[in-house]
């Protein structure tokens, strides 16, 4: 069965260091990988997608997302956070041999420190 | 374009009650999708409609939980009758294709008491 999994609940950086949030997923097939992004009391905003071509996906708020198939990765990044990216995100997963499901991990919270 | 448009955005009910929300998706976006995020939890994919066709709704308890979709168009979930542990928030999600990124609603923020 597919799976997503976020290791860590909480990361924390400085205003103006690189972020990263990382990802990895399993399925069967080849994945098709999202992520999202949800501020409080609000539905989650799409930030990229990978379905296939080129690793590296830039997005929504100068978000990019490297997918590393060795690895079954798929890791959120920035080169220089903004204390406006606090937020919640989510990696999501949909295997592209199976039924149109998307399941999506637990959920990484940003914190950028000023 | 007009988001996903969800109502109502809060809601208090006693156990055993029942309740409702509702979904009205970008319009001609076929496929529907009703998730449940409990607090601190990701979104888990209650069920799943294309046009007025049910595509997978393996994770709704069926016991109390349903959906409609009528027309094709604009959703209904119930719950009758409600447990504690459905306090959470229902978010609705459309997309126009299997490659296209969900396109959410605001949720309803159920409590249940």
Known sequence: AQSVAQPEDQVNVAEGNPLTVKCTYSVSGNPYLFWYVQYPNRGLQFLLKYITGDNLVKGSYGFEAEFNKSQTSFHLKKPSALVSDSALYFCAVRDNRKDDKIIFGKGTRLHILP | ?113
């Open chain 2, 1 to 113: 374009e007009a988001g996903v448009a969800q109502s109502p955005r809060y809601k208090i009910i006693e156990k055993r009650q029942s309740v409702a929300f509702w979904c009205n998706p970008i319009s001609g976006h076929a496929t529907l999708y009703w998730y449940q995020q409990i607090l601190g939890q990701g979104p888990k994919l209650l069920i799943q409609f294309q046009n007025n066709g049910v595509v997978d709704d393996s994770q709704l308890p069926k016991d109390r939980f349903s959906a409609e979709r009528l027309k094709g168009v604009d959703s209904t979930l119930k719950i009758q009758p409600a447990k504690l542990e459905d306090s959470a928030v229902y978010l609705c999600a459309s997309s126009s294709n299997r490659d296209s990124p969900l396109h959410f609603g605001n949720g309803t923020r159920l409590t249940v008491t």
